[in-house]
């Protein structure tokens, strides 16, 4: 599967290019090359700068797993993972893992998301009977991963205001309700090529308690001002990092576990982790700065208006696709044209509106596919992307209704 993805990342790329030489842009070729060389270096750029983080986290989950403590965190959702990865044995630290890293991305965790992320799929990979092959149990983590609820998107918050948003913090609502579609498409998507049972007492019990706990804490927030609500989101991600650290550090002391020793040993597999990471990132990072340098997104773009115009549609949500569109390829640069699209036509457009709701609820799939597969050398990916994308789309569609909805 992402051998055949990335090569049509390279026939839509060349394709763009000759299009655009056709029609006279001699400056495709330039834009097109420096963006090869940018890539290879942004892939080192970010390998190094996942060393120090990912050793951090490494060596924190070792202590952990030595102590216990990750056994204890795994069983509060053991029962519904063991429903949705049925391969993996009761009471499997990997259960642990999974939790911890979708926990820290839906509170908006990054730095510890992605460490404590390939962490999961290192536990993962202990029961894949074909290691260069996603199994099932990989598959359905990386789908929830990309597709994660995103509790509270303080960066949207912050983007905006520093736009000059009359509030910046009216977009929660419709980014939770929009991220939430993504996550229900991607757990259906996957649990249907999987042929997972969803209409059970455990799932829906979880459902409820889940639900319950949204909603209150929805209404407490909805109470807040934008600056509050960043204030206490700040707080409240910074208690939690730091209550994991203390509390897998003690608790490993009490245990007495030796707990320098086993953080070293954690760390130095982060670090021969992160290097490992380079040659997968920079894999997908040049196909996707030659889909980008190439134009592709601007003619795809194009098109989708003539189509919505040909058809007497509002094309309103056109001016804010960029967004949608780029976020799976790249955070960076789906950030960036978020920003562009909120200066260009005002943070409290529909427009800006939207690119702020694109980019709090869906996620950079194929980033994350390169990162977490490379991490443990997997090769073919089976229904992972395709799921993933489903994820993605309906993110999108969703993004697009709930702007119309609470914007008009």
């Known amino acids: 599967m992402l051998n055949k993805i990335w090569t049509y990342f390279f026939v839509i790329a060349l394709a763009a290019i000759m299009w655009r030489l056709l029609h006279g842009d001699t400056q495709v070729a330039g834009v097109a090359i420096k963006a090869v060389f940018d890539s290879a270096e942004l892939a080192a750029t970010i390998a190094l700068g996942l060393v120090g983080v990912l050793s951090l986290w490494m060596g924190l989950m070792r202590l952990g797993e030595q102590s216990g403590m990750i056994g204890l965190i795994s069983r509060i959702f053991e029962p519904l993972l063991g429903k949705l990865m049925p391969e993996l044995p009761k009471g499997d630290r990997a259960f642990g893992s999974v939790t911890m890293n979708l926990t820290a991305n839906m509170f908006g965790l990054d730095n510890a998301a992605t460490p404590l992320g390939l962490k999961a799929m ?72 999987q042929r997972l049972p969803l209409l059970n007492f455990t799932f829906a019990a979880y459902a409820g308690v889940c639900l319950t706990l949204f909603g209150a804490m929805i209404a407490y927030l909805t109470t807040l001002t934008a600056e509050a609500i960043g204030a206490v989101s700040t707080l409240v991600g910074n208690l939690v990092l730091l209550g994991l650290v203390f509390l897998l ?96 036509f005002g943070v409290d457009s529909f427009a800006g509106r939207l690119a702020a709701i694109f980019q709090g609820s869906t996620e950079t799939t194929f980033y994350v596919f390169a990162v977490y597969f490379g991490a443990v050398g997997i090769r073919n990916g089976r229904h992972a992307i395709g799921c993933g994308l489903i994820a993605d789309l309906t993110g999108i569609i969703a993004a697009i209704f709930v702007a119309y909805w609470f914007y008009g």
């Open 122 to 193: 290192e536990d993962l990979q202990r029961h894949n009977p074909h290691k260069d092959t996603a199994s099932n149990a990989q598959i359905m983590f990386l789908v929830l991963n990309t597709s994660s609820v995103t509790l509270v998107p303080v960066t949207i918050f912050l983007y905006r205001a520093q736009q000059g948003a009359a509030a910046p913090a009216d977009v929660f609502l419709p980014i939770l309700l929009a991220t939430s579609a993504s996550t229900l498409a991607g757990l259906i998507s996957v649990a249907i090529m």
């Open 249 to 344: 550090v003690l608790t490993a002391v009490v245990r007495k576990v030796p707990v320098y020793d086993e953080f070293v040993e954690g760390a130095k597999e982060g670090f021969s982790q992160s290097v490992k990471l380079i040659p997968y990132l920079l894999a997908m990072l040049l196909a996707i700065a030659l889909l980008r340098g190439s134009g592709a997104l601007d003619l795809l773009l194009d098109g989708i208006r003539w189509c919505v115009n040909f058809v007497g549609l509002d094309n309103r949500f056109v001016d804010a696709l960029p967004t949608g569109l780029m976020q799976p390829l790249s955070g960076s640069g789906a950030r960036a044209m978020a920003l562009e699209t909120m200066d260009h």
